[in-house]
């Protein structure tokens, strides 16, 4: 399996909707995961962006099954992008 690395675009989320939806991931167990070793969240123009590194596309879609229904019951519309991580450095 290959790492990748996960845009996900929360369009038109407040800081309050992503700090509620982190609420909700952590009450499920999903917050801090071996399989994703890295994750930032950054405030852009009408969206919260997303990103993280995963040891595999198949770990983030098993996150995804989770994560997807807690977005839309906090108001978040989230949309995924994929990429092969190419290279990490630390």
Request: glycine share 6%; no cysteine.
């Amino acid at each position: 399996m290959a790492k990748v690395l996960a845009m996900v675009h929360l369009k038109g989320a407040t800081t309050k909707q992503y700090d509620n939806l982190v609420q909700d991931l952590t009450n499920a167990g999903q917050l801090k995961l071996k399989v994703r070793p890295h994750h930032f969240a950054s405030i852009k123009e009408g969206e919260i962006l997303v990103v993280d590194i995963w040891e595999s596309a198949e770990d983030f879609g098993e996150f995804g099954e989770i994560m997807v229904p807690l977005a839309k019951k906090n108001g978040i519309d989230a949309e995924a992008e994929l990429f092969p991580l190419y290279n990490e450095l630390h």
